[in-house]
């Protein structure tokens, strides 16, 4: 049943829909086995809160069974055997669904009408992928993250130096557990330095059909002075530095630094992306009122959609139109939006009012048009 994957657009369709006695709850876990027990108290508890809410609001003793019924099938679900660092739960009287995320969500638990698609959206357009190395005398180590999985070694197509003496000498067997100490100390910054350049060019190969165009970037696990060798020596991608010794680092480990620091790296990317947006003002291929935003949405005329998914706007949209009607007791609109954008082949950035710094930024919602409305 738990999901291990983002949803696909006809799930967001799904789940963007009306369902009575709607609870949403994000609920921040770990992937580490002796923390399994709390991830799941942190949802259970967000869950009490949930029933104890829908109780003041008088519903059925039939319909919290109901959802007790949903409960215990999220409780029982495999998803608690295989946690990342964030749950997506989705609960009604009559169906339930978990995602399973890498990346830090946080918090959160809604009831209604409608399920919170907000946090999920950010997930689905956010950027969650790069690529890390582990780099020392004694070796190195190539890694991978996603969008749906935590960080995993990669396992390499070609034959490099196990470490700073087999790489600059003649060694083509690789092995983590292999270590052996440079002889002497004149001319060992030389060596490292000579190491540094060839890791980098192993790491362009094997990075070459993955990412052709190097737009992941990379977090360099290492320590001085095998950390600045390093960034001299990969002019291909932008690299993050991690300093500390990384030779006992667990993937775990790895995978929390990275998701510590790909918001503020998408934060920049988007702040950037409405740079580039803002150059169409003057050609009429910008639109920042909610209701033009629609409009375009359903024509297929967004090309990228940044909006601030924490705001809440309710009512509804017209599929055929765009046309929008304002009302407490509607969906979320923003969300609705994003659905049709993606649904029509447009990039969608969900981001907090602060990652965007231009002027031109409401604190809403500004699209990038295809053509200009007419």
Not at 332 to 344: C, E, N, P, Q, R
């Amino acid at each position: 049943m738990a999901r291990f994957e983002l949803p696909t657009l006809d799930t967001l369709r799904d789940l963007g829909r009306p369902h009575e006695n709607a609870i949403t709850i994000y609920a921040e876990t770990s992937p580490a086995p002796d923390e399994r027990e709390g991830s799941a108290l942190t949802a259970k508890s967000a869950f009490d809160r949930a029933i104890r809410t829908l109780r003041e609001t008088g519903i059925r003793h039939a319909t919290e069974t109901a959802l007790r019924d949903q409960w215990e099938k999220i409780r029982n679900d495999e998803a608690w055997s295989r946690l990342s660092r964030s749950v997506a739960i989705f609960l009604t009287p009559v169906f339930s669904e978990i995602f399973v995320l890498p990346n830090n969500l946080e918090n959160q638990m809604q009831v209604g009408g409608y399920f919170d698609l907000g946090q999920l959206v950010r997930a689905v357009s956010s950027s969650q992928a790069a690529y890390a190395l582990t780099l020392s005398a004694n070796g190195w180590n190539l890694w991978s993250a996603t969008a749906t999985t935590v960080a995993t070694e990669l396992q390499l197509t070609g034959e490099y130096g196990t470490d700073a003496a087999d790489a600059t000498n003649r060694a083509t067997i690789r092995d983590r557990g292999h270590v052996r100490r440079l002889v002497g100390d004149e001319g060992k910054k030389v060596l490292l330095d000579q190491y540094a350049h060839r890791v980098a060019e192993a790491v362009k190969t094997e990075l070459a059909h993955p990412d052709p165009n190097a737009t992941q970037p990379l977090f360099l696990f290492a320590a001085d002075p095998l950390l600045d060798l390093y960034r001299n020596a990969d002019s291909v991608r932008r690299v993050i530095p991690v300093h500390g010794a990384p030779d006992n680092l667990r993937a775990d480990e790895i995978d929390t630094a990275i998701r510590k620091e790909i918001p503020a790296i998408n934060a920049e990317r988007s702040s950037a992306r409405m740079d580039r947006i803002a150059d169409g003002v003057s050609a009429g291929l910008v639109a920042t009122e909610l209701e033009d935003i629609a409009r375009a949405a359903v024509a297929g005329a967004v090309s990228t959609l940044l909006y601030e998914f924490t705001v809440d706007i309710f009512g509804t949209m017209d599929p055929a139109t765009g046309a929008l009607t304002r009302s407490d007791d509607g969906y979320d609109l923003l969300s609705a939006i994003v659905v049709s954008v993606l649904d029509h082949g447009g990039e969608v950035k969900a981001v907090r009012d602060m990652e965007i710094t231009h002027s031109l930024w409401n604190g809403v919602a500004v699209a990038g048009l295809r053509y200009p409305l007419g």
